[in-house]
T-cell receptor, first 113, second 112 residues
Framework: AQSVTQPDIHITVSEGASLELRCNYSYGATPYLFWYVQSPGQGLQLLLKYFSGDTLVQGIKGFEAEFKRSQSSFNLRKPSVHWSDAAEYFCAVAAYNNNDMRFGAGTRLTVKP | DAGITQSPRHKVTETGTPVTLRCHQTENHRYMYWYRQDPGHGLRLIHYSYGVKDTDKGEVSDGYSVSRSKTEDFLLTLESATSSQTSVYFC???????????FGSGTRLTVV
């Protein structure tokens, strides 16, 4: 079955600094990849998704992610972080039928003023 | 989130008692899912449904059962709650033509 690893449990960045959250996946075929964000006490909100085509995908709130097949990675980036970006971020991978989405353990982002 | 609601939002129950959590959607999506979220584990799939009366097991289904008698409702039942089932439970829905799940706000269940 597919799996996801998020190597960083917790990241702290200063407001205005750039951000990169790492995600590595394991899946035998072309994966469907997702990034979700979760604010405290809330459900998960979809930031962006990749199925095929252009390996650089744009999402909401100024986020983007790049699919690199050779590295089995799907890292999330943002050029300039805002204090409101503080949250937990989850990378996820699904098989072609999208019926078994596996999530990473999450990366908690703290933004320093 | 809009179109999907979970009830109750919080529940405390005693070990050995049955518990049912409800997920209700107004989007008419075919697929519905139950996940549990625990620190260090992210979200893990418990059960999912691909239509009325059509369900299947996920990664961590032991101790849980589900039912879907109507498109809009997906019930998760803990037949005999244990402390290891203390968790936050999320329901999600998806549209096969538009990948990516929509999540409910979660139910925090504490088994004492």
């Amino acid at each position: 079955a597919q799996s996801v690893t998020q190597p960083d449990i917790h990241i702290t960045v200063s407001e205005g600094a750039s951000l990169e959250l790492r995600c590595n996946y394991s899946y035998g075929a072309t994966p469907y990849l997702f990034w979700y964000v979760q604010s405290p006490g809330q459900g998960l909100q979809l930031l962006l998704k990749y199925f095929s085509g252009d390996t650089l995908v744009q999402g909401i709130k100024g986020f983007e992610a790049e699919f690199k097949r050779s590295q089995s990675s799907f890292n999330l980036r943002k050029p300039s972080v805002h204090w409101s970006d503080a949250a937990e971020y989850f990378c996820a991978v699904a098989a072609y039928n999208n019926n078994d989405m596996r999530f990473g353990a999450g990366t908690r982002l703290t933004v320093k003023p | 989130d809009a179109g999907i609601t979970q009830s109750p939002r919080h529940k405390v129950t005693e070990t050995g008692t049955p518990v049912t959590l409800r997920c209700h959607q107004t989007e008419n999506h075919r697929y519905m899912y139950w996940y549990r979220q625990d620190p260090g584990h992210g979200l893990r799939l418990i059960h999912y449904s691909y239509g009325v009366k059509d369900t299947d097991k996920g990664e961590v289904s032991d101790g849980y059962s589900v039912s879907r008698s109507k498109t809009e409702d997906f019930l998760l039942t803990l037949e005999s709650a244990t402390s290891s089932q203390t968790s936050v439970y999320f329901c999600a829905i998806s549209d096969p033509d538009n990948y990516g799940y929509t999540f409910g706000s979660g139910t925090r269940l504490t088994v004492v």
